[in-house]
């Protein structure tokens, strides 16, 4: 059974930073690209960003570019940092994941098979 651990969430000041990590456990399969998403209250589940399995090829979302990164491999642990925070990233962060095609990154929600539980990134103005 796959799962995806995630942590790393919590409260943080406007103009801050916070570093959440996926990991997966229980594997199925060699290779794994990842995503992160996120949804905030009263929104649809909005793409952040995705790695292949290798780390070498990342795409991030127009929201996001600039300031948050993405580092390690599908293969351990992948961690999203977050700098530069505003109160508009508040929302619940999830961790995706899929075996299918690993060599490319993927932005679309149906991209992915597996989901982490979430983990809630709330910024405070």
């Known amino acids: 059974q796959v799962q995806l651990v995630e942590s790393g969430g919590g409260l943080v000041r406007a103009g801050g930073s916070r570093r959440l990590s996926c990991a997966v456990s229980g594997r199925v399969y060699s290779r794994y690209a990842m995503a992160w998403f996120r949804q905030a209250p009263g929104k649809e589940r909005e793409f952040v960003v995705s790695i292949n399995w290798s780390g070498s090829s990342t795409v991030f979302g127009d929201s996001v570019k600039g300031r948050f990164t993405i580092s390690g491999t599908p293969a351990s642990t992948v961690s999203l940092q977050m700098n530069s925070l505003e109160p508009e990233d508040t929302a619940v962060y999830y961790c995706?994941?899929?075996?299918?095609?690993?060599?490319?990154?993927?932005?679309?929600?149906?991209?992915?098979?597996?989901w982490g539980q979430g983990t809630q990134v709330t910024v405070s103005s």
């Open positions: 995706a994941a899929t075996p299918q095609r690993p060599d490319l990154t993927k932005s679309n929600i149906g991209g992915y098979i597996y």
